[in-house]
């Protein structure tokens, strides 16, 4: 598994000093840990164990990147 390097734009910090992942960030790593992720772009329910969201394709992906 390649390691990606962090950028600023691909997390923030919780005001309890947790990181949060972006979509960005999400989008740019490939697929989806199943983990709940609070900007998670493929849709993932940890609660239903499902996806809501069809997985994003690479000409969606630079349309969200753009916004």
Do not use: A
Not at 22 to 49: A, I, N, Q, V
Request: hydrophobic share 15%; net charge positive; proline share 6%.
């Amino acid at each position: 598994m390649k390691r990606l390097d962090l950028q600023p734009e691909d997390y923030y910090l919780s005001e309890e000093g947790y990181i949060i992942f972006t979509e960005k960030y999400h989008l740019k790593r490939g697929y989806c840990c199943k983990s709940g992720c609070k900007h998670c772009p493929y849709g993932y329910d940890k609660k239903t164990d499902s996806f809501n969201k069809k997985k994003p394709t690479p000409s969606n992906q630079n349309s969200k990147e753009e916004l």
